[in-house]
Nanobody, 111 residues
Framework: QVRLVESGGGLVQPGGSLRLSCQAS????????VTWNRQTPGKQREFVAL???????LYADSVKGRFIISRDNAKNIVYLQMNNLKSDDTGVYYC?????WGQGTQVTVSS
């Protein structure tokens, strides 16, 4: 059974940082391109960041220079380091890999 479990979300003030984790089981992340995506109420789910099987990274323009995606193959985890957070970054963050979605973790950026 494949499971992707996100964690690390929470409430943070503007300018703060969070690190999200996507822990995989039943699938080997090193063999997969993995993406982080987010969704806010009333909007479609949008792409945030991607890490390829060769560890190349790609970012949405809105997060470029602030977010960093990385992976730890030994732990089968993909991370999303989010710095200088803005209120527009608020949403539920989902990871996706190997055709599977996680359940999401809530990120709220507010003073």
């Amino acid at each position: 059974q494949v499971r992707l479990v996100e964690s690390g979300g929470g409430l943070v003030q503007p300018g703060g940082s969070l690190r999200l984790s996507c822990q995989a089981s039943g699938i080997t992340f090193s063999n997969s391109t993995v993406t982080w995506n987010r969704q806010t109420p009333g909007k479609q789910r949008e792409f945030v960041a991607l890490i390829s099987k060769s560890d190349s990274a790609l970012y949405a323009d809105s997060v470029k220079g602030r977010f960093i995606i990385s992976r730890d193959n030994a732990k089968n985890i993909v991370y999303l380091q989010m710095n200088n957070l803005k209120s527009d970054d608020t949403g539920v963050y989902y990871c996706y890999g190997g055709t599977y979605w996680g359940q999401g973790t809530q990120v709220t950026v507010s003073s």
